[in-house]
């Protein structure tokens, strides 16, 4: 069965601090498809990134990087030099591909204090 | 790229009365929607999967005759919550799902319900 863990609930740094969220998951498929979402207080669902099982390079995308490591079944995500406005609540989800559901982490609220 | 919007965003009703959420994929044709429910400071859950056409496939403890999922076109999913009562209070999302991640699949913006 698939499952997505994310063991930090909450998270508070100080504005500019690297913070690095964990995700950890499980799948008996050999094809799927990570993502993380990021979820401010409104509640919409804001698309960061999908990887795929099989494209393990790890990606940056400004502040934000990812690593993916199958060997651990981890894909964290780490936001550099943090700010305000990143303070939201974060998902880590799994899918077995389209047309599939997703399966969420219990998500982890960061605070970035000013 | 794809566009997926959902109302109302959110709603406050009478406990014993039914609540229907819209769910429409604007640029794309959802050949499936999925609906999740997200209590406070929880994770979403899947409630159902529908496909158009056909009737919604409900997850275990969902009732099916409380959360009327209605998939009658490409564009459109409605969710209505009958008989609202006040555990029914919490944040519904929609999904759509085009022809594989390019046609869309994307989240709605959710609606929020309170039943008082």
């Known amino acids: 069965a698939q499952k997505v863990t994310q063991a930090q609930t909450e998270i508070s740094v100080v504005e500019k601090e690297d913070v690095t969220l964990d995700c950890v998951y499980e799948t008996r498929d050999t094809t799927y498809y990570l993502f993380w979402y990021k979820q401010p207080p409104s509640g919409e669902l804001v698309f960061l990134i999908r990887?795929?099982?099989?494209?393990?390079q790890n990606e940056i995308s400004g502040r934000y990087s990812w690593n993916f490591q199958k060997s651990t079944s981890s894909f964290n995500f780490t936001i550099t030099a943090s700010q305000v406005v990143d303070s939201a609540v974060y998902f880590c989800?799994?899918?077995?591909?389209?047309?599939?559901?997703?399966?969420f982490g219990t998500g982890t609220s960061l605070t970035v204090i000013p | 790229g794809a566009v997926v919007s959902q109302h109302p965003s959110r709603v406050i009703c009478k406990s014993g009365t039914s609540v229907k959420i819209e769910c429409r994929s604007l640029?794309?044709?959802?050949?499936?929607m999925f609906w999740y429910r997200q209590f406070p400071k929880q994770s979403l859950m899947l409630m159902a999967t529908s496909n158009e056409g056909s009737k919604a496939t409900y997850e275990q403890g969902v009732e099916k005759d409380k959360f009327l999922i209605n998939h009658a076109s490409l564009t459109l999913s409605t969710l209505t919550v009958t008989s609202a009562h006040p555990e029914d209070s919490s944040f519904y999302i929609c999904?759509?799902?085009?022809?594989?991640?390019?046609?869309?699949?994307?989240f709605g913006s959710g609606t929020r319900l309170t039943v008082v």
């Open positions: 999904s759509a799902q085009g022809q594989g991640w390019l046609g869309g699949y994307t």
């Open positions: 640029d794309f044709q959802a050949t499936t």
């Open positions: 990887r795929n099982s099989f494209d393990e």
């Open positions: 989800a799994l899918s077995e591909g389209p047309g599939n559901q997703f399966y």
